[in-house]
């Protein structure tokens, strides 16, 4: 019998190698563009994607979103929050509300009236990546029903450009719809009432029936069923609503192709290989692990899909050392097994940017070692000709790609002798207890020394780092970079937009400052731009939430600092005003996780390199005078391993990574650090082992549900609650502001709280910041007059 050997991706990019989808979304939401145009704009975009796949045996279909998959899934059932609920609008219109609080000032309700704004949804990391999803509200009724208008519009526009653009029939792609599972639906969201999630999958299994029917009836043979939830620990009730959930969905008159990926199976192998569906997806990159047990236990009569080049890094794939491995599992399920195998990424790649081909000014020794989406595709299309016709009818390919990974192995630039000295000294240490890692005083001593030096009321204000990047910042950078400004012109505007941020936050009375932070493009990227070790490139953006792209600095080598990154703007920012300045860096796990990563050592290695360097500009900074300091590791939850047995290991070394970049500073130098959009509760032990002075936190969307943890846990040193949600245009009020802040005074004393937005405010506008900030610090200068009422009675 012969090996069927086709070719699959689990999903493209959805922004556009240009990022044209951002740009649509942002017209259209400023009015200035109409819901048909932004459709077309979508439309376009889909054209083009599935053009980019021709060579495949399958397209993928409705992994395409104007926000967010986990939304439109939800959108397809029939289900949004009740708060949603009620008005008649296009289903785009529909999905803004919900993951914006608003959508286009175009869009009207009943008789033309204006949308009232409502509270956005909560928005969380899927999984362990940086890309955000809107979370699914549930309660005991709620109840779901089927609109599959988008995934058959999809459907429909698929199959005619395979007719316009592709080869006749039998090596047409078939395109194949993407829906995300129903158990995995349910796991990403929250009960809102306290009632069993799982005890609406009866409810629930009857509307994808139905969904499954319809692109059936629709000549779908084959349907992509994600369910990464399979690469977490599960108990026993989630095994089970596997078990019911597709032993109901077998019925059904399509292919499932069940696909995981973002790490191994583990103890759910058993559960995945025995589910009755036609084929299983296996992330053979993050799950290589599985691979020789999964094939111990495999049916003939299913197709095994691989993911055998990563859909989460843009390092090229060692095709000659995957061959080593695939080959004999090829020999393997032709021989003894018989079937089909099919090959693709790992999982979607809407986690790397769209195609290598577009950096013409990328650094020329680096380029040839990496490959985005496009060319991971094309890397896909020479191992499965390898697999059918041998690796001489490729032999050019993997020669050139041979001398690529080789170049990469061998570089001198990849490894220097004094970073490895230096991470060799912290190493030899036990990082926590000693001068890497220890304060010089427990945090109650240090208190005490700050408050008498910074004279801070009670509910002290700021914000957590950025201002506006208004168009005059973006097209000063833009000018910068195509050298068409001048360096000293540059930094005067610079200059003066930092002045404009000192003087508005004094006008609003905000107690600790922030430059604002308008020389900066992102606060990963502008780092990277300064470190040995860091590749950037031009466009290659990939999608965090909506139409926020950010550009993943691409970290190759060992990392050095050659001199001070943030020294002189900070100073320049105190210049302008008598009131605390707080020096703003990212700390070495955030700087990690959102980069691009070397793969050819250790994360926890790479991650001390990256502290160290945070390390000398914290001391510089101290020393320059700052005498408070934030290091945000917004990315330190979505760091976690996706199983909670490996969750130690990695907590130990970014805590310790943290601690060496903060704690080398004098007592009376204030540490703050910031997370945001994670769950928090479950590490909290390990939040508190930072040892930062003062932490500020993500909670307005969650209504500070986070703060409930602290009922159980005594967290000993000072917090910010975040009071606003700035990823919604929608400006807060004084008395939401003071509502929220009560609730964390109930299980925080109000010694050790700070008023402070979510987030950095740099994608929102000044006409919405100024509103909200001046409703924050009223809110916190009644909150003191109350405290000071209750005290005197």
């Known amino acids: 019998m012969t090996l069927q050997i086709q070719l699959h991706s689990l999903g493209f990019p959805r922004i556009g190698a240009q990022r044209e989808l951002k740009f649509a979304l942002e017209a259209y939401w400023r009015g200035e563009a109409s819901l048909a145009t932004l459709k077309a704009q979508g439309a376009r975009l889909r054209r083009l994607h599935w053009a980019r796949q021709a060579g495949l045996d399958f397209w993928p279909v409705g992994d395409f979103s104007f926000y967010d998959h986990v939304l439109d899934m939800g959108l397809t059932l029939g289900h949004v929050p009740e708060r949603f609920a009620g008005v008649a609008l296009d289903p785009l219109d529909t999905a803004f509300r919900v993951a914006r609080g608003r959508t286009a000032p175009t869009a009207r309700g009943p008789h033309g009236a204006p949308l009232p704004d409502a509270p956005a949804a909560e928005m969380t990391k899927w999984f362990d990546t940086n890309y955000h999803c809107i979370v699914p509200e549930f309660h005991a009724g709620t109840t779901f029903e089927l609109d599959a208008s988008r995934l058959v519009e999809q459907l429909v526009e698929a199959r005619q450009v395979a007719a316009e653009t592709c080869p006749p029939v039998e090596g047409r792609p078939q395109p194949r719809p993407v829906i995300l599972g129903p158990v995995s639906y349910l796991a990403l969201g929250k009960s809102k009432d306290g009632s069993d999630r799982l005890a609406l999958l009866e409810r629930l299994l009857p509307v994808y029936t139905r969904l499954l029917q319809t692109l059936a009836d629709r000549g779908v043979h084959w349907v992509q069923v994600d369910e990464p939830i399979l690469a977490t620990e599960l108990g026993a009730d989630w095994k089970h609503a596997f078990q019911t959930a597709y032993h109901q969905l077998k019925a059904c008159p399509v292919k499932l192709l069940l696909t995981t990926y973002f790490g191994p199976l583990r103890d759910n192998l058993h559960l995945a290989v025995n589910l009755p569906v036609a084929g299983l997806h296996l992330d053979a990159v993050r799950g290589r692990e599985d691979l020789q047990p999964l094939l111990n236990l495999w ?3 299913k197709v095994l899909s691989l993911g055998v080049v990563d859909g989460r890094n843009v390092w090229k794939t060692d095709l000659n050392a995957t061959l080593d491995w695939l080959e004999p599992v090829a020999e393997r399920l032709e021989g003894a097994l018989g079937g089909q195998l099919w090959l693709a990424p790992s ?26 989406a496009q060319q991971k595709l094309q890397e896909l299309q020479v191992l499965g000709q390898a697999l059918r016709e041998g690796r001489a009818a490729v032999a050019a390919a993997l020669q050139a790609n041979q001398a690529a990974c080789q170049a990469r192995r061998t570089s001198a630039r990849v490894h220097h002798p004094v970073v490895r000295d230096a991470v060799h000294e912290a190493l030899g240490a036990a990082v926590s207890s000693t001068r890497w890692g220890q304060r010089q005083s427990p945090h109650a001593v240090r208190a005490q020394v700050q408050a008498q030096q910074l004279q801070l009321p009670l509910y002290p204000t700021t914000t957590i780092g950025s201002f506006p990047q208004t168009l005059a910042i973006r097209q000063a ?3 910068h970079k195509a050298g068409r400004l001048s360096d000293a012109a540059y930094q005067a505007l610079m200059a003066a937009e930092i002045e404009r941020a000192v003087r508005e936050q004094e006008a609003l009375g905000l107690d600790v400052l922030v430059h604002g932070e308008a020389e900066r493009n992102d606060m990963v990227e502008y780092f990277g731009e300064q470190l040995e070790g860091f590749a950037i490139s031009r466009f290659g953006w990939v999608q965090s939430y909506g139409s926020r792209c950010v550009k ?5 080598g060992d990392i050095r600092r050659p001199q001070a990154m943030t020294v002189a703007w900070t100073r320049l920012a105190q210049s302008f005003t008598h009131k605390p300045m707080k020096g703003m860096l990212t700390g070495p796990v955030t700087l990690l996780n959102w980069s691009f990563v070397r793969d050819d050592q250790p994360r926890a290695d790479t991650c001390l390199q990256l502290a160290l360097a945070v390390r000398d ?3 510089d900074l101290e020393r320059a005078g700052v005498r408070i300091i934030q290091i945000d590791e917004a990315a330190l939850r979505e760091g976690l391993p996706l199983r ?9 070394w970014a805590v310790d990574a943290f601690r060496v970049a903060a704690n080398g500073v004098a007592d009376a130098t204030q540490i703050h650090t910031h997370m945001c959009y994670s769950e928090f509760n479950d590490i909290l032990p390990a939040i508190a082992e930072l040892d930062a002075d003062v932490i500020t936190i993500e909670t307005s969307r969650s209504d500070m549900e986070l703060l409930q943890a602290f009922e159980h846990f005594d967290y000993p040193n000072q917090i910010g609650p975040g009071v606003y949600d700035i990823h919604s245009p929608r400006v807060p009020t004084q008395a939401q502001i003071e509502q929220l802040m009560r609730k964390a005074a109930e299980r ?3 010694e050790r709280l700070w008023v402070n937005p979510d987030c950095g405010l740099k994608t929102r506008q ?14 916190a200068q009644a909150l003191r007059q109350a405290h000071a009422v209750q005290r005197a009675a």
Do not use: G, N
Not at 347 to 359: G, R
Not at 767 to 777: D, K, N, Q, S, T
């Open 299 to 301: 049916p003939k009569h």
């Open 347 to 372: 999982c979607s790649l809407l986690h790397v940017p769209v195609d290598l081909d577009t950096e013409t000014d990328l650094d020329s020794e680096v380029k040839p070692w990496l490959a985005f």
């Open 477 to 479: 950078r833009s000018e």
């Open 552 to 556: 993943p600095p691409i970290l190759f």
């Open 617 to 619: 500009e914290v001391l």
């Open 644 to 652: 909670q047995a490996d969750w130690p290991a990695y907590l130990r």
């Open 748 to 750: 925080i004393p109000a």
């Open 766 to 779: 000044w006409a919405e910041v100024i509103p909200a900030l001046r409703h924050m610090v009223a809110a």
